[in-house]
Nanobody
Framework: QLHLVESGGGLVQPGGSLRLSCAAS????????IGWFRQAPGKEREGVSC????????SYAPSVRGQFTISRENAKNTVYLQMDSLKPEDTAVYYC??????????????????WGKGTLVTVSS
């Protein structure tokens, strides 16, 4: 059974950093593209970043490009999201999700097949 489990969320002050992790099990992780998404209260879920199966291709939402970095360690079945210079508007529940193939539309939540339950990131002083 496929599982995705996010961790690393928490409370951080503006300007701070967090690293989120997405640990996968129950499927051949190295064959899947992984995306990070977020949903703030009262807003729709939006794509943040995604990475192809090998880690050689990535995409970022314009709002986080240069601020967030996605990476993966297939030997550990884990994808990371390094978030720097955090702002209050980055506050949201962050989810990771998987799909069998990577494409330019990987930031569209509708294209993902499997989801984790999310981890809350709160940016506040």
């Amino acid at each position: 059974q496929l599982h995705l489990v996010e961790s690393g969320g928490g409370l951080v002050q503006p300007g701070g950093s967090l690293r989120l992790s997405c640990a996968a099990s129950g499927f051949t992780f190295g064959y899947y593209a992984i995306g990070w998404f977020r949903q703030a209260p009262g807003k729709e879920r939006e794509g943040v970043s995604c990475i192809n199966s090998s880690g050689g291709a990535t995409s970022y939402a314009p709002s986080v490009r240069g601020q967030f970095t996605i990476s993966r360690e297939n030997a550990k079945n884990t994808v990371y999201l390094q978030m720097d210079s955090l702002k209050p508007e980055d506050t949201a529940v962050y989810y990771c999700a998987a799909r069998p193939s990577y494409s330019s539309t990987c930031l569209d939540p509708r294209g993902m097949d499997y989801w984790g339950k999310g981890t809350l990131v709160t940016v506040s002083s």
